[in-house]
């Protein structure tokens, strides 16, 4: 089956330091993969994708991402969080925008 | 550039009550998903509109109907409201029809069913 896990619904970090949001997939093809976000008020945010080639991604916001086939990951990752990265993250995996599946999000707390 | 707007912002229903979700698309913007979002969860994929036509639909009765006009704006009618029909229901915007468009979400809407 299908399926996309997030493993941490919660992760505390303090401004400044290194994040890293875990995202595992099962899919039965090599899919796209999309890290979102999602602050109060605000749509859910595009912040990087992956569709093939260079593993490492680059996106919005100083975020990056990294593709390892072998272990069906995309771990999402900051080298220093500010406190406007207080939010949820979403990892989707799809071939088609109408076939993402999505995880459950990991909220991200920011200590001052 | 107007961003994908949806109306109303909140709203509190009843059980057996129908209710109508709106969606304005991103100006350029040709396609319209809908996804709701229970509390402590990813988005449910409900379906998309293209040229006015549902092309694709997710795991959802048929108590969930849509609509999209000719201008790309797009409604969600669910009726028959349950209490599990309570959740965040976000409209995306892509462009090009079901494919691999960027989906572009609006804040959504919050329906309590009570």
């Known amino acids: 089956a299908q399926s996309v896990t997030q493993p941490d619904i919660h992760i505390t970090v303090s401004e400044g330091a290194s994040l890293e949001l875990r995202c595992n997939y099962s899919y039965g093809a090599t899919p796209y993969l999309f890290w979102y976000v999602q602050s109060p008020g605000q749509g859910l945010q595009l912040l990087l994708k992956?569709?093939?080639?260079d593993t490492l991604v680059q996106g919005i916001k100083g975020f990056e991402a990294e593709f390892k086939r072998s272990q069906s990951s995309f771990n999402l990752r900051k080298p220093s969080v500010h406190w406007s990265d207080a939010a949820e993250y979403f990892c989707?995996?799809?071939?088609?925008?109408?076939?993402?599946?999505w995880g459950a999000g990991t909220k991200l707390i920011i200590k001052p | 550039d107007a961003g994908v707007t949806q109306s109303p912002t909140h709203l509190i229903k009843t059980r057996g009550q129908q209710v109508t979700l709106r969606c304005s698309p991103k100006?350029?913007?040709?396609?319209v998903s809908w996804y709701q979002q229970a509390l402590g969860q990813g988005p449910q994929f409900i379906f998309q509109?293209?040229?006015?036509?549902?092309?694709q639909r997710g795991n959802f009765p048929d108590r969930f109907s849509g609509h999209q006009f000719p201008n790309y704006s797009s409604e969600l009618n669910v009726n028959a409201l349950l209490l599990g029909d309570s959740a965040l229901y976000l409209c995306?915007?892509?462009?090009?029809?079901?494919?691999?468009?960027?989906?572009?979400f609006g804040e959504g809407s919050r329906l309590t069913v009570l």
């Open positions: 989707a995996v799809g071939r088609h925008n109408y076939q993402l599946i």
């Open positions: 100006s350029g913007h040709d396609t």
């Open positions: 509109y293209y040229e006015e036509e549902e092309r």
């Open positions: 995306a915007s892509s462009l090009g029809g079901p494919g691999t468009g960027e989906l572009f």
């Open positions: 992956y569709f093939s080639g």
